[in-house]
Nanobody
Framework: QVQLVESGGGLVQAGGSLRLSCAAS????????MGWYRQAPGKQRKLVAR???????DYVDSVKGRFTISRDNAKNTVYLQMNSLKPEDTAVYYC????????WGQGTQVTVSS
């Protein structure tokens, strides 16, 4: 199965920025949707952003205008640029890849202090 490895999480003050990366262990195709979920303490895991076939992107309303998802198929990597971060963005962020099954990364912690 494809392995996904995330990086780029950390601690940042409100209003700051972080860039998450997720690298796949093998070649991926541009048609394979990838994206990010997040899970805050005591809450369900929720979709944050997804990039699908043809580069179509979808975002949860709460991050529109602040987060940008992109991918580099040559590097088998998807990114999440997060700007104007808020304390409510604090969560563990999980990368996913849809390829007949859903592969998940191990998660990376993002903490935004007020």
């Amino acid at each position: 199965q494809v392995q996904l490895v995330e990086s780029g999480g950390g601690l940042v003050q409100a209003g700051g920025s972080l860039r998450l990366s997720c690298a796949a262990s093998e070649s991926i195709f541009a048609i394979n949707p990838m994206g990010w979920y997040r899970q805050a303490p005591g809450k369900q895991r929720k979709l944050v952003a997804r990039i699908g076939t043809g580069g179509r992107t979808d975002y949860v309303d709460s991050v529109k205008g602040r987060f940008t998802i992109s991918r580099d198929n040559a590097k088998n990597t998807v990114y999440l640029q997060m700007n104007s971060l808020k304390p409510e963005d604090t969560a563990v962020y999980y990368c996913f890849l849809e390829t007949g099954y859903v592969a998940w990364g191990q998660g990376t912690q993002v903490t935004v202090s007020s």
